[in-house]
């Protein structure tokens, strides 16, 4: 009978290897990444060009950032909308510090990072200790930031120090500019990001803290009853975030100089989108800094080829919302899988 015909071994082989390359969602972003880079190279004049590869770079950095710390917080099973407002007002509170107080840019550059693990803090003590809504804690979070960066510049906008002034070191961070060097620079910050997501890859994979964090998103409950501290390592996962948010804040500075107090609108979405993107599941438990760098990448892809073949940079937004509904829909059909 036909329907007890089994089917052939090849076939069947091939569909479960098709289906475990479109399951791992990590390697399909890899490849979207590439297609898309081949095809703005071959869709965009100059596209290929270096100046071109170090402002896709430039672009990628604070969101780099941005989303190294929140993917600590959504394999948690928790969400940070807080995260963009939070790295402007620490940009914003810095810049005012050295412009207005002359504190040393050294130490503005410290106290930005360290305002956005304080605000980080209070995102975790709001949703591990007072059990609010992750969504609502951080919405709260956002509105204060973004309220507070624009009390204390009285709505003016932060200009930090040129590259050439002497407070202005900082921007050797992340692009390299001398005499002698290729005109767009050289993009130092590439190499700082890969090493921090490598440090951070090997905290979420291969220590006791990254482990707690990965079974609070897998099942809070059955974790805390194993006799592990949930609510310290919760707290610490959006402390990561609010940590990356003020590092973001310093990229942002070295990269475009002048912050306004509306700056950063959207800047959030685009950390959880390249999150989510590069394989992370919205429901916890599951995620990867690689994963997330390379949804950051296609993200800045998109964004810096979009002119060359006369589209404007907005049409990211269009097409950022069908990649990120293509990679949610990946996520729900692997987690399928995974409970046949």
């Not at 009853?225 to 402390?239: F, H, M, N, P, Q």
């Not at 609010?242 to 942002?252: E, N, R, V, W």
């Amino acid at each position: 009978m036909s329907g007890n015909r089994p089917y052939p071994t090849s076939l069947l082989s091939n569909s479960s290897k098709l289906f475990q390359i479109f399951g791992t969602q990590r390697l399909v972003a890899v490849v979207a990444l590439g297609a898309l880079y081949l095809f703005f190279c071959t869709a965009g004049d100059n596209f290929a060009a270096y100046n071109t590869f170090v402002s896709i770079l430039d672009s990628s950095y604070y969101i780099g950032f941005l989303a190294i710390g929140v993917t600590f917080v959504i394999i948690t099973g928790g969400i940070d909308l807080s995260c963009g407002t939070v790295m402007v007002c620490c940009a914003l509170i810095s810049g005012t510090l050295y412009f207005k107080l002359g504190v040393p840019m050294w130490l503005c550059l410290l106290l930005c990072i360290a305002m956005g693990g304080l605000f980080g803090f209070c995102n975790g003590f709001m949703v591990a200790v007072m059990k609010l809504p992750a969504f609502i804690a951080t919405l709260g979070t956002m509105m204060v930031t973004r309220g507070l960066g624009s009390i204390v510049t009285a709505t003016a906008s932060v200009t930090f120090p040129q590259r050439h002034a002497d407070d202005g070191w900082f921007r050797g961070i992340f692009k390299l500019m001398r005499d002698g060097l290729p005109s767009g620079g050289v993009p130092t910050g590439f190499i700082l990001l890969i090493l921090l997501a490598a440090v951070m890859a090997f905290i979420l994979g291969k220590t006791r803290p990254g482990r707690y964090i990965l079974a609070l998103g897998s099942n809070k409950e059955a974790t805390r009853l194993s006799g592990v501290d949930v609510v310290k390592w919760e707290i610490l996962a959006y402390v990561i975030s609010g940590l990356f948010a003020g590092l973001a804040a310093i990229a942002y500075a070295s990269i475009y100089s002048t912050i306004l107090p509306g700056t950063g609108n959207g800047f959030e979405l685009d950390g959880i989108a390249g999150t989510v993107i590069g394989g992370t599941s919205l429901s916890g438990g599951i995620g990867s800094i690689a994963g997330t760098l390379i949804g950051v990448f296609i993200m800045s892809v998109l964004r810096t080829g979009l002119p060359f073949i006369g589209l404007q940079p907005h049409y990211q937004l269009f097409f950022t919302g069908f990649v990120l509904v293509a990679a949610v829909f990946a996520d729900v059909l692997n987690r399928r899988r995974r409970k046949r």
